[in-house]
């Protein structure tokens, strides 16, 4: 894949690349080549904050009664790749309140290292004296928090009413 010598052409493959447009062959050439390549590498990394940044955040907070509520704004998968997992990092770092419910319910698909991030959460919340939550995950995402075990670390529930109250349990 060359690098090209027009910006905007460059800027299109990005683009294309970035919101995965590109073909299986495509892609794998054009990361074969972006991903060597120091100059195009950094294009890219620039791109990919560029276009993070316009789409604004993703992931919004409510408080109810004495807890935060961390829900996604639009469907999301907690993927490896995904820019929400470091999102949702940082919403729960950046809490000074100790009680935390973090709503799954636009959540599709997780994979290791959003269950990671769950985890981290969780121990971060556990090292300040709080309490970490999880609301609606979907069949799929409950799923794999049972084969995972995690469901016996992180309380799940279904109803937001019965998850406020159980923090002041």
């Known amino acids: 894949m060359p690098c090209y010598d027009d910006p905007l052409e460059r800027e299109d493959l990005i683009r294309k690349y970035l919101l995965k447009r590109l073909e299986a ?3 794998e050439a054009f990361e074969s080549h972006y991903l060597t390549c120091d100059d195009c590498f950094e294009e890219l990394r620039a791109s990919e904050l560029l276009l993070t940044g316009l789409s604004g955040s993703n992931v919004g907070q409510r408080r109810l009664e004495d807890v935060v509520v961390l829900q996604f704004a639009r469907p999301v998968q ?3 790749q995904a820019p929400e997992l470091s999102e949702l990092m940082r919403g729960v770092l950046e809490q000074k309140d100790t009680k935390v419910l973090i709503d799954l319910s636009r959540v ?3 994979d290791s290292a959003g269950l990671g991030l769950l985890m981290s959460c ?3 919340a556990i090292r300040n004296h709080g309490m970490l939550k999880l609301l609606n995950p979907s069949a799929e995402v409950a799923r794999l928090l049972q084969l995972t075990r995690i469901d016996a670390v992180l309380e799940t529930y279904y109803d937001e009413g019965q ?3 159980s923090f002041g349990e």
């Open 25 to 27: 062959g495509a892609s």
């Open 163 to 165: 998850a406020l109250q």
């Open 78 to 80: 907690l993927t490896r």
């Open 108 to 110: 599709s698909r997780i």
């Open 122 to 124: 969780y121990s971060h």
